[in-house]
């Protein structure tokens, strides 16, 4: 697991980020007993496909010589789960940012920068073969935005309330929706 972490640090170039996550780690039943076998679950997430490659080639190389370090057998490696690139299309992103702005009110729609977030979405649009945006809208009460730090979904602290939220959320996908009708 340590030596996993060097693969962001010492491998990749720092301009391309990546993100490798151990999401689970479970060995053993009681402790004085050691454990036959262990298992863990990684989560990768990068913003481009030659360095996502990079990096799943660089962690069954350190898995197997971690085993073989150790005498132990050939490790069982399963690939999960794999999500492409959530690209959002500029010029479709422009007109739904557009069409929220007249709905929301200006102050309500920001641009965020590209995120490191774990999303199927991107299947969608490629699956059907078309342009995508995808969005976050805000749910959280005034209390929790005056806070050090907001949780985000996949925290265990995350809870939007949820009024306005569902309304807003409603409103900002109609006025997607009805942009992009509009355009055809």
Same mark, same amino acid.
């Given at each position: $697991?340590?030596? $996993?972490?060097?693969?962001?640090?010492?491998?990749?170039?720092?301009?391309?980020?990546?993100?490798?996550?151990?999401?689970?780690? *479970?060995?053993?039943?009681?402790?004085?007993?050691?454990?036959?076998?262990?298992?863990?679950?990684?989560?990768?997430?990068?913003?481009?496909?030659?360095?996502?490659? *990079?990096?799943?080639?660089? =962690?069954?190389?350190?898995?197997? #010589?971690?085993?073989? #370090?150790?005498?132990?057998?050939?490790?069982?490696?399963?690939?999960?789960?794999?999500?492409? =690139?959530?690209?959002?299309?500029?010029?479709?992103? #422009?007109?739904?940012?557009?069409?929220?702005?007249?709905?929301?009110?200006?102050?309500?729609?920001?641009?965020?920068?590209?995120?490191?977030? &774990?999303?199927?979405?991107?299947?969608?649009?490629?699956?059907?073969?078309?342009? &995508?945006?995808?969005?976050?809208?805000?749910? *959280? &009460?005034?209390?929790? =935005?005056?806070?050090?730090?907001?949780?985000?979904? *996949?925290?265990?602290?995350?809870?939007?309330?949820?009024?306005?939220?569902? &309304?807003? #959320?409603?409103?900002?996908?109609?006025?997607?929706?009805?942009?992009?009708?509009?355009?055809?």
């Amino acid at each position: $697991i340590t030596r $996993i972490q060097t693969i962001v640090s010492r491998e990749l170039d720092p301009r391309r980020a990546a993100v490798v996550t151990v999401g689970t780690f *479970h060995a053993g039943l009681k402790e004085n007993i050691i454990p036959d076998r262990a298992e863990f679950t990684l989560n990768i997430r990068t913003f481009d496909d030659g360095v996502r490659t *990079h990096v799943l080639d660089a =962690l069954r190389r350190i898995i197997s #010589a971690e085993a073989a #370090a150790s005498a132990a057998p050939e490790p069982e490696i399963e690939e999960l789960y794999t999500f492409p =690139l959530n690209y959002n299309d500029p010029q479709e992103t #422009a007109g739904v940012m557009e069409a929220m702005r007249e709905a929301l009110g200006e102050e309500c729609v920001n641009e965020v920068a590209p995120l490191m977030g &774990s999303e199927d979405f991107g299947h969608l649009a490629q699956a059907i073969g078309v342009p &995508s945006v995808y969005w976050f809208f805000g749910g *959280h &009460s005034a209390e929790t =935005l005056e806070g050090e730090k907001v949780p985000m979904n *996949h925290s265990p602290f995350f809870a939007p309330v949820l009024e306005p939220t569902l &309304s807003t #959320a409603v409103e900002a996908a109609v006025a997607a929706t009805l942009s992009r009708l509009e355009r055809c």
